[in-house]
């Protein structure tokens, strides 16, 4: 199965080269564990301009909820009119492993038979922005294949949207399996501590050697930042934007199920949103 998503893959990504449209601005947050990254993913995913398309590559799978969307209940209907329980990515690879679900689809090459399932099952619409999510692997094995799927997303859909947002695990790997290889941003979302510092340079190395191409790398402080924190981090050499200032709602939200989008414009969180997203080029500045 491996082997067939593999060619899939690539011939996927032999007709991104070959065609003239371009992707939508591929953003990307990571960062070290529960220093807010699917936080800013959401907070951002109110301001940048639509249509958007949020890609959570994280198995713990926190954006939805941050979104205001539970995964565990949500229900779809597919372009044949069949309601079902919405996939992860990696349901979606169980489903295609047992192969009775590409026979659904009738004749028709795998090529152009799993973007198709990827839109149908895993796909969340609503009117501000679309999910997809890879999800957690409930048997054993490990994340290749699902992960393999997950770089269908991109150039298959990935010019149909203004702007696509990756809300990444915590960790190096996922930039080590080079699951993003094209980033226009990338934000490293931070804790004011010297392992975060050591992480921007581990970023940096990682990115470099398994070549994976950006065109802009910004650092972004999270609440616990204060002016000794930022002094430190702004004196890296690189682009530090801004910190994403302590809301007590946020929380509150969180615990209640609300959606972040849902957040007054007047609140601490999201002005330090608009001032970071301004610096980063995606806002006018009034």
């Not at 080079?178 to 190395?205: A, E, G, M, Q, T």
């Not at 609440?223 to 709602?249: I, K, P, R, W």
Request: aromatic share 8%; glycine share 6%; with cysteine.
């Amino acid at each position: 199965m491996e082997d067939i998503i593999k060619s899939v893959v690539h011939e996927i990504r032999v007709a991104e080269a070959a065609s003239n449209e371009k992707t939508g601005n591929i953003i990307v947050s990571t960062g070290r564990g529960g220093t807010g990254k699917s936080t800013f993913v959401a907070l951002a995913a109110k301001y940048l301009c639509p249509p958007l398309l949020l890609l959570d590559i994280d198995p713990d799978q926190n954006l939805a909820d941050m979104v205001g969307i539970n995964l565990d209940e949500l229900k779809i209907k597919t372009e044949v009119g069949r309601e079902v329980q919405i996939k992860t990515v990696s349901d979606l690879r169980s489903d295609i492993e047992e192969e009775e679900i590409l026979v659904e689809l009738g004749g028709g090459t795998v090529f152009t038979k799993v973007p198709l399932l990827m839109k149908w099952y895993s796909q969340y619409t609503s009117e501000k922005f679309d999910l997809i999510s890879l999800g957690p692997r409930w048997t054993k094995g490990d994340y290749r294949s699902a992960n393999f799927l997950f770089e269908f997303v991109i150039p298959s859909m990935g010019k149909d949207y203004a702007n696509v947002v990756v809300d990444s695990p915590a960790g190096l790997e996922h930039l080590n399996r080079k699951v993003i290889s094209k980033i226009d941003d990338l934000f490293i979302i931070l804790d004011p501590s010297l392992k975060s510092l050591k992480h921007v340079k581990r970023v940096k190395k990682i990115i470099e050697n398994v070549d994976i191409i950006y065109n802009n790398l910004y650092l972004v402080g999270n609440h616990e930042f204060d002016e000794e924190a930022v002094q430190h981090f702004e004196s890296t050499g690189e682009a530090y934007l801004g910190t994403m200032s302590y809301d007590a709602n946020v929380k509150h939200y969180n615990m209640s199920g609300k959606s972040l989008l849902d957040l007054p414009d007047s609140s601490p969180a999201c002005l330090s949103m608009k001032r970071i997203l301004i610096k980063a080029g995606y806002l006018g500045s009034n």
